[in-house]
């Protein structure tokens, strides 16, 4: 299994609990839709999986690793050699320009690659971004252009988990189906299993599983 949550409890403030999740299993190699409506936890499932949250109890394990009791500096090491996390609004440093900003990937893992550059360039040369934006700064590309690098900065270190959240939420209908047919292809690449999160439904049907939020969290029923 990539990711086993075995009660999982999340609460803020020691009460009001937002997440109550008894059992979740995703298999390695696994394309997972997990839908949910906003404000239902979504976001904060998925930084508890990336190690970015600590849980208030239970157990996460990822890739046969006990996340949780990992310290934050150990969960952080973790995140950037074994997951590739894909943000809602790409969080690209706005004044880095492409291939700095997917060699942010290599700063925090312990897979530090000596030819950065190089693979940094035959990832966004895989998702046909052309050489001639490469060195442009982030807030000087297209959304269509930030997503290609948003993924090749998830993707950098081979990982064997990929985490989306809602990355489809501000694009439109071409860009949305462009970018699904990218992410899917280069998941099966890679073979890496992915978690996607998005409240919309009529994209479930390019994966192997879905699963509703509200159906597998106790605290929301």
């Known amino acids: 299994m990539s990711v086993v949550l075995q009660d999982l409890i999340f609460s803020y403030h020691d009460h009001d609990t937002l997440l109550n999740i008894p059992r979740w299993e995703v298999a390695a190699g696994e394309k997972v839709f997990l839908q949910g409506e906003s404000g239902s936890g979504k976001s904060t499932l998925l930084n508890l999986i990336a190690g970015i949250l600590p849980a208030t ?29 894909i943000f809602q609004q790409f969080n690209l440093i706005p004044y880095l320009n ?82 699904m047919t990218t992410l899917m292809d280069l998941c099966d690449a890679y073979q890496s299993t992915l978690i996607f999160v998005s409240h919309d439904p009529t994209l479930a049907c390019d994966f192997d599983r879905t699963d509703v939020l509200a159906d597998i969290n106790r605290a929301g029923a």
């Open 57 to 85: 109890s239970g157990q996460i394990t990822l890739l046969d690793e006990r996340v949780d009791l990992l310290n934050q500096r150990q969960r952080d090491r973790f995140r950037a050699g074994n997951i590739g996390y």
């Open 98 to 179: 492409a291939v700095d900003n997917i060699l942010l990937a290599n700063e925090f893992s312990k897979k530090v690659k000596r030819n950065g550059i190089a693979r940094a360039q035959e990832l966004l040369e895989q998702l046909q971004l052309p050489d001639s934006v490469w060195r442009l700064p982030g807030q000087s590309l297209s959304i269509g252009q930030q997503q290609r690098v948003a993924i090749a900065r998830a993707l950098f270190n081979s990982p064997r988990l990929i985490i989306a959240d809602e990355p489809t939420s501000a694009l439109d209908q071409k860009n949305r189906t462009a970018f």
